[in-house]
């Protein structure tokens, strides 16, 4: 399950006053293909199906009435890039990065 950081505040004028939006859960199913150059890098990719987020009218009574009024389909570009340290006393210790 997907729980968006949704902190929106009320909208600015011309709005009506308390007229806010609020992003609805989702789940989807995901995984990762992994690619290992050699023993201490590897890339992962994720892969999945896209996010399904409702968008709804929330805050004063006629925007709240509203209901839902928009959907938005998200799916995480992602490349993440790990480097391990090797076998170190039984441990294998991993740094990793990515750009989203």
Request: charged share 15%.
């Given at each position: 399950?997907?729980?968006?950081?949704?902190?929106?505040?009320?909208?600015?004028?011309?709005?009506?006053?308390?007229?806010?939006?609020?992003?609805?859960?989702?789940s989807a199913l995901?995984?990762?293909?992994?690619?290992?150059?050699?023993?201490?890098?590897?890339?992962?990719?994720?892969?999945?199906?896209?996010?399904?987020?409702?968008?709804?009218?929330?805050?004063?009574?006629?925007?709240?009435?509203?209901?839902k009024f928009s959907?938005?389909?998200?799916?995480?570009?992602?490349?993440?890039?790990?480097?391990?340290?090797?076998?170190?006393?039984?441990?294998?210790?991993?740094?990793?990065?990515?750009?989203?």
């Amino acid at each position: 399950m997907e729980t968006p950081a949704d902190s929106s505040s009320s909208l600015t004028a011309p709005a009506l006053p308390d007229t806010r939006v609020e992003l609805g859960k989702a789940s989807a199913l995901t995984g990762f293909v992994n690619y290992c150059l050699n023993d201490q890098l590897s890339f992962s990719i994720p892969l999945g199906l896209c996010v399904k987020h409702k968008i709804s009218g929330a805050g004063n009574l006629l925007i709240a009435g509203l209901g839902k009024f928009s959907d938005v389909k998200v799916m995480p570009v992602t490349v993440l890039a790990q480097y391990s340290t090797g076998d170190i006393g039984g441990l294998r210790l991993f740094v990793g990065s990515g750009l989203n």
